[in-house]
């Protein structure tokens, strides 16, 4: 009775009530702020345990575009609350051919796990070569989580990832380095029964862009190309207008450019099989394949030519008319061939 008595006259008056609320008020903060981080947290990914990831690319080589690979040695590393979430000995190298991966340091620190493992191993690349010699790739190392988005993610290090830069690759020049992080969503569940509609796994992948250093090769497969087209052209250009050239030696000197002709589509037709065998592209046409159809184009072109002036002086056709005609069509055929290959080059050059 007493006790209702002092409450009556101390705790409701009206002074009171603002002390009372806030003492309620700093009650509830106290609890809040010791409450457990599971009942805080939502389900979302703020509660997905996290890994830092970081990488050094030590080497690069046996850069080959024509069977799709390219070999690399390189530093992972790992920094995790515990070991029991370390990734690094479960993580799959998705476009690895056969990684060797060595035994795992593991050093403790500031109560974190640090692990480092040494990867080397070729991987399986898609080229587009459409442009070659003025081709750009960028190549990549795939890395994908052990576990589910829901269960784990990484975090990319990439301050503190490097590429070596002692590294020259063979005919290559590296221009960019860079760490990117990505979902990677699968249309199976892996015989998850708490997944639906697939499953997410989170990558890293390390990016490298290599440009060619130099165009030596571009020289050696189109110069056969451009002597084949320059010699037919002399054939038109020389002139065999002499009163006392017969008929038949008229048609002998066309049957000779012929024979010319015949042979520049040999070599053309020998040195395009030798290019296939130097750049193979699963996209489409190169480059390299351009300039042979063109060049190609324009030796039948020179050969229906030949056939229809052979054809116009047998039957008694004026032949100062027929080289005439020759002539023009010889300068005006290097013109527009060295327009079309020039822009072609320009174009693969300036993408």
Known sequence: MAAMTFARQHL??????????????TLFALWLSTAPAAARTSPGRAGVP????????????????????FSARLWLWTICPDRRTDPLPQMSFSNAD???TSEPNLINQGGQVLDQVRVQSSFRQEWDVRDFPFDRHRIEVLMTAPQDTGHFRFTANEADSQLN????????????FRLVTADKHYTTTYGDRSLEH????????????????HPTAFWKLTTPLYLALLIAASTFLVSSRHEELATAERLEGIHSRLGVLG??????????????NEITSTIGLTLIDWLHLITLAYLLLAVAGTV????????????ARAERVSHRAAWAGLATYALTCGTLVLLAACR
């Not at 990558?203 to 060619?212: A, P, S």
């Not at 229809?308 to 032949?319: C, H, K, P, Q, Y």
Request: aromatic residues 8%; charged residues 25%; hydrophobic residues 40%.
């Open 98 to 100: 056969d990684p060797d």
């Open 50 to 69: 996290r890994c830092e990831l970081g990488a050094y690319v030590s080497d690069l080589y046996d850069i080959d575009p024509a069977k799709g690979r």
């Open 12 to 25: 409701f008056r009206p002074a009171a009530v603002p002390a009372v609320s806030l003492a309620v008020l």
């Open 308 to 319: 229809l002036a052979w054809r116009r002086t047998s039957r008694g056709g004026s032949v």
């Open 263 to 276: 042979g520049g589509l040999f070599v053309v037709v020998l040195n395009m099989q030798q290019a296939e």
């Open 198 to 213: 697939g499953s997410t796994y989170h990558r890293v992948r390390i990016q490298i862009d290599l440009e060619r250093s």
């Open 165 to 176: 830069p002692e590294i020259r690759p063979r005919g290559w020049r590296v221009t960019g």
